[in-house]
Structures are given as C-alpha cells and as structure tokens.
C-alpha cells in the first residue's frame, strides 16, 4: 500500500501526464495541499517508487531557462496507476460514515 | 539566485549524483527559488541521499578499517623510505632511524615497491567502497596526518617526506572510482609479490608487525576477484562497463 505522499506525487505526476518532471510536481504538489514540499522528500520518493516499478524516470532536454540543465522526467506505470487506485479506493472505503466526508459519500454520521 | 547561498548550494550539490544534480540544480533555477531555500533543499536532500549511503557497511568499511589505519601506517613507511634514502644517497643520518638503520640499497628498493603498491591497493579499496562517501574516508585518512604534523619534529625532514604515499594512494582512489578490475590472475600475482616482499623484509627484521596490515587491500583485491569469477562463471555472462587489468 502506498504512502500518503507517494500518492499525491503519483496522482500529480498522472496529472501533469508529458509534462511530469521535479519542478513542476513539486510546484503542483505544493499548490494543492499548500504544504511546502522539500526537494529531498520529493527526489527520494520518487526513487523509491521507481525501485517498486510504480514510476519510470529519464533525464528530458535542457533548457535556458534552467541553466542549461537536464529535467528528471516522470510517468506512472500500470502497476503505479493500480497502486493509486488501490489506495483512493482504501481511502473512499474507510472514509464511509466520516463526518467530513458526508458531501463526498452522501451519508450522515 | 545570487550571494553566498547559491555557491554553497552548488558546492553540496557535488555530493549528488550527476543527473540528480543537474535536475536539482535546474528545478531550483527554474521556480525562481530564494537563494537560501535552495541551498536547505540541496542540503537536505544530501543529507538523505548520505543516510542512505552509510546503510551500507562498505563507507565504514572503507573510512575506519582501511582509511584511518592505513593513513597513518603508510605515513610511517613514507618517513622510513625518506629517511634510508638520505642515509644511502646523500649521507644524511635523522635521529629516527626505522626499521634497523642499516638498511642497503635492496631493501629500500623492497621498501619503495612495497610503499607504491601498499598505498595503491589501500587506495583502490577506498576508492571502490567508498563511492560517494569518499568526502569520509578522506576526511578520516588527515586525521594521522594532522596528528603527525603536529608532532613531528621540524628539525628533521621535509614534511612532504610523510606523504610520499599520497600520489599512488591517489592513483588507487581513481582507480578504484573508476571500477577498473583487476583479474584474478593480476590480483593474486600482485598479493604473491607483496607477500614475498614483505616476507623478506621480516626476516631481516626491517618491517613493522603493524605493517602486515597492509597486505589486508591485496588480500582483499583477491577474493573480491574470486567472488566477480565465480559469479561470472554462474551467470555465464561476460562482463560490461568495466576495463579490465591482468598480467
């Protein structure tokens, strides 16, 4: 089962699709839960679940505006996309009856 | 991103990977970050990429038995070496006579050989099992060095007589980075030689029984050669990626 932050960094990385890379995760993970998110837990996630086969990574073309300097790509793999899901469903199942869910589940507490 | 930060930033990035580098690098100068957020990002993600690495035993295995140790014993022969070859070539006699004094030329030439190729092959383990933490092992081998500095009379000979071993030390660290095998057959001609060397040296009493120490990195360099041509001969398979050194 995956962590809460390999989570959103796969869901972010399946988001931003072609266009996956550190900078712009990073910049999308914090945007979206408006936590700052450290270079160092996000590098090494991402080694991390590329070693679990969840994530594949390559280094993408340089450009000016990075100083000349090559972009870590990122794609979610099937077997990432199935650990996502597997999660989001977890999370949906154990949310049932919560009281901060009832929007999301139509049920009261 | 400008001031004292950015370089800093740069300079702890060195510890990173090549490509990791690069993507970090371009990722801080691609969202504009502040200078200072960009060198605690850099930092901390080195510090991770280190605990990671000090998991392993081999980083220990290279800074305290073989970097520490063999730092301070190759200093000796180093000041051995320096101090016979003043005696024999310009008759100079120190006040620190090891290991008899009397030594003629053979055994200062058995002495040099065993100098170049003790620091060599302590190098190319350091280097080998060091990797990125080599920051570690270097640290840890200026420890004697300081020591010795610190204690050793200026009187006598130049201080750069304690370092003699330092280039083919530096030759074996690149080597060892460098991941250049060394076949079964030239790591065990290279342990004979050594062996017999010292051997001889023993036997008229001018070796130091820490010294036998040092033959510990060629040992080492055999059975690391053992286990790569057994696991070879297993898999079937030729190796790739690696320059290969045999007699």
Known sequence: ?109 | MNGIAWPLAMLASQLLDRDERDAVLGDLLETNESAWRGFLDVSGLVLRRQAGLWKDPRPWLAALVVALPCSYLLMDVSVSVSCTYQRLVNHKVYGWHWPTGHEGFPLLLCHIFLLLAWSWTSGYIIGSLSRRTLWASTALSLVPAVFCLHMYPSQTLPRLCLFLFLLPGLFGVRHGLQNLRISLRAASFLALAIAVLMLSAWRQQALWVLNWALLLPALYLVGAAVGRSRRERRSGSSPAGHTEVGV
């Open chain 1, 1 to 109: 089962m995956l962590g809460e932050f390999e989570y959103l960094l796969i869901t972010v990385a399946a988001g931003l699709g072609e266009n996956a890379y550190g900078a712009a995760i990073r910049e999308e993970i914090e945007a979206t839960t408006e936590r700052k998110c450290s270079m160092g837990a996000l590098y090494t996630t991402i080694d991390r679940l590329e070693k679990k086969g969840l994530l594949k990574t390559w280094m993408g073309e340089a450009t000016p505006q990075r100083g000349g300097r090559a972009k870590r790509m990122v794609r979610v793999t099937s077997p990432g996309v199935r650990a996502a899901k597997e999660f989001y469903d977890a999370v949906m199942r154990v949310s049932r009856g919560a009281s901060w869910a009832e929007s999301q589940t139509g049920r009261t507490s």
